[in-house]
């Protein structure tokens, strides 16, 4: 489960009545904000921060 990425689920299987809230709704918030952030770079109303070189 770790090599894969999913200790989330097996936890969330194990716990759900304790986890289900940060993991699926924070989670899917989470996720909201980056398809948002990524759907900016792609329609060029943002530029990536680059640092001082």
């Known amino acids: ?13 194990r716990e759900p009545e ?3 809230r940060r993991y699926l709704l924070r989670g899917f918030y989470g996720l909201g904000l980056g398809l948002l952030d990524a759907l900016s770079f792609r329609l ?10």
């Open 44 to 53: 060029r109303l943002k530029t990536p921060d680059r640092p001082n070189t």
């Open 1 to 13: 489960m770790e090599d894969r990425g999913l200790v989330w689920l097996y936890r969330l299987m």
């Open 18 to 20: 304790r986890l289900w």
